[in-house]
């Protein structure tokens, strides 16, 4: 194992790298829940869902711990399932089966820009500055959707600023946006599973502190044990009985290759008239699958040696290695039957608990293979008791803000820019959007444009262009 993995080259064990693993696992395990419930409001099986699910991590994490080695796990990812659900399949007015096959012509997008070493160019154009900001940024993120499953937020809405997505959808599980009216604020602290989520902040800043080994994992198993015995999670619902694995194999049977059916791939070949519109949204996917990758590796890049802590923007082959995993996750993902497969930014927990190698990812994706058996087991865990460790995980992160000249305020802008949008937006991608968007207009401003790498000009270009799409739907 030792030699395998690398282990002590990295500085790292066995008993680390699989506590990291399950803390990267039990981060992320909502996935298999919330994934199901999104696309099966286009019609297809639910059931069948979880099981793709399934495959397309596996697949795209045992990448990552045996081709590349790296501690970091995939999955179908929220905000891409939210876009394939509420934008193309109830918005655009395209089958699940066409979806599907734009997930898979993204994949092939990300083989090509892979192979041609776009991404890496796209990667090595990115500002050192921009970088600190991204790290800080994912940091945001994380923190962010730490505190919304710790349940701390409460969004109030104005009447008739918002809108129920999707025309003959689902209306008890469809999508609510709001607009700029929604207002967060606290709630109120008389909810056991909010007190839950306070006591785990508690216990996971002391192990933390402490410094105490498998701190991490410790207080997910403390908390959990603690909603136990409040009563907060019943272990009388578990039933065995519900995980239906023969169904859910019959249902999986309905969706395996269906992106490359006649319905899927063939049908938006097909259709000429609607190229244009089937472009802008393989666009919108692409740009998402891409920089939700780049932004997770670029965030945490520097603890496990993917990217340069010299301040040089020169990678290492493993970076490569990592790109090559995601495209051949999300391709296998589409045909699997689920939307685009991308790097987990909850892989940041597993490397915050001292995971460096391939193993940590290994115990990932065992994880998520034992689920398919186990499912109802998962429900065990509250977010409550995984809540914190995002959080903590998040205030780590931070500390990139350091390295960034905010007296400066040519730097500063940008900076700002990324690092709040990626948390406040809920995307890593706007935020990477938003910081080269306004890294051009400051050079522009100064009369530096000869100094803006000719890459970011481009991705400036195709997004904007994403920003109009979006707008025009």
């Known amino acids: 194992m030792d030699k395998f993995f690398k282990l002590s080259e990295h500085g790292t064990t066995v008993r680390t790298e699989v506590l990291a693993g399950l803390t990267t696992f039990f981060a992320m395990s909502y996935i298999l829940f919330v994934n199901p419930q999104m696309l099966s409001q286009t019609g297809m099986p639910a059931q069948g869902v979880f099981l793709a699910t399934i495959i397309g991590s596996v697949v795209g994490t045992l990448m990552m711990a045996f081709y590349a080695n790296l501690p970091y796990a995939q999955a179908p990812g929220m905000g891409l399932n939210a876009f394939f659900t509420f934008t193309v399949v109830f918005g655009m007015g395209y089958s699940w089966k066409e979806a599907l096959g734009m997930v898979f012509i993204c994949g092939l997008i990300s083989l090509v820009i892979t192979l041609t070493n776009v991404r890496k160019m796209i990667i090595e154009s990115i500002p050192n500055a921009l970088r600190s900001a991204i790290s800080a940024g994912i940091g945001i993120f994380l923190a962010y959707v730490g505190i919304k499953n710790a349940g701390l937020l409460k969004f109030s809405i104005d009447p008739h600023t918002y809108t129920v997505a999707g025309e003959g959808a689902d209306k008890a599980n469809a999508a609510i946006t709001a607009n700029s009216a929604a207002v967060p604020g606290l709630v109120s602290f008389n909810s056991?599973?909010?007190?839950?989520?306070?006591?785990?902040?508690?216990?996971?800043?002391?192990?933390?502190?402490?410094?105490?080994?498998?701190?991490?994992?410790?207080?997910?198993?403390?908390?959990?044990?603690?909603?136990?015995?409040?009563?907060?999670?019943?272990?009388?619902?578990?039933?065995?009985?519900?995980?239906?694995?023969?169904?859910?194999?019959?249902?999986?049977?309905?969706?395996?290759?269906?992106?490359?059916?006649?319905?899927?791939?063939?049908?938006?070949?097909?259709?000429?008239?609607?190229?244009?519109?089937?472009?802008?949204?393989?666009?919108?996917?692409?740009?998402?699958?891409?920089?939700?990758?780049?932004?997770?590796?670029?965030?945490?890049?520097?603890?496990?040696?993917?990217?340069?802590?010299?301040?040089?923007?020169?990678?290492?082959?493993?970076?490569?290695?990592?790109?090559?995993?995601?495209?051949?996750?999300?391709?296998?993902?589409?045909?699997?039957?689920?939307?685009?497969?991308?790097?987990?930014?909850?892989?940041?927990?597993?490397?915050?608990?001292?995971?460096?190698?391939?193993?940590?990812?290994?115990?990932?994706?065992?994880?998520?293979?034992?689920?398919?058996?186990?499912?109802?087991?998962?429900?065990?865990?509250?977010?409550?008791?995984?809540?914190?460790?995002?959080?903590?995980?998040?205030?780590?992160?931070?500390?990139?803000?350091?390295?960034?000249?905010?007296?400066?305020?040519?730097?500063?802008?940008?900076?700002?820019?990324?690092?709040?949008?990626?948390?406040?937006?809920?995307?890593?991608?706007?935020?990477?959007?938003?910081?080269?968007?306004?890294?051009?207009?400051?050079?522009?401003?100064?009369?530096?444009?000869?100094?803006?790498?000719?890459?970011?000009?481009?991705?400036?270009?195709?997004?904007?262009?994403?920003?109009?799409?979006?707008?025009?739907?």
């Open 192 to 473: 056991p599973t909010v007190l839950l989520a306070l006591a785990g902040l508690a216990i996971t800043v002391f192990f933390v502190i402490k410094g105490i080994k498998g701190g991490i994992i410790l207080s997910i198993l403390t908390t959990t044990v603690l909603a136990i015995v409040f009563g907060i999670v019943d272990l009388s619902t578990i039933d065995f009985s519900s995980t239906h694995l023969g169904a859910a194999v019959n249902d999986l049977g309905k969706i395996f290759g269906a992106a490359l059916g006649s319905e899927g791939l063939g049908s938006l070949i097909t259709n000429t008239s609607r190229l244009p519109e089937t472009l802008m949204a393989i666009l919108a996917f692409s740009l998402t699958d891409i920089f939700d990758t780049i932004g997770t590796l670029i965030g945490t890049g520097e603890k496990v040696g993917i990217v340069a802590t010299n301040g040089e923007n020169h990678q290492s082959a493993k970076l490569d290695k990592a790109l090559y995993s995601d495209l051949v996750a999300t391709s296998v993902g589409a045909i699997a039957g689920t939307s685009n497969v991308t790097t987990y930014v909850e892989s940041a927990a597993g490397i915050g608990a001292g995971g460096r190698t391939g193993l940590t990812a290994l115990v990932v994706a065992i994880c998520f293979a034992v689920s398919s058996i186990f499912s109802p087991l998962l429900a065990i865990v509250p977010t409550a008791a995984t809540a914190p460790i995002l959080i903590i995980v998040g205030i780590m992160m931070l500390s990139s803000l350091k390295n960034i000249h905010w007296d400066d305020m040519a730097e500063a802008v940008p900076a700002f820019f990324t690092s709040i949008f990626m948390g406040f937006s809920y995307s890593i991608t706007n935020g990477i959007a938003a910081g080269f968007i306004t890294y051009t207009v400051t050079k522009l401003v100064k009369g530096e444009a000869k100094e803006v790498h000719s890459m970011i000009w481009i991705l400036d270009a195709l997004f904007i262009l994403n920003f109009i799409s979006m707008a025009l739907h």
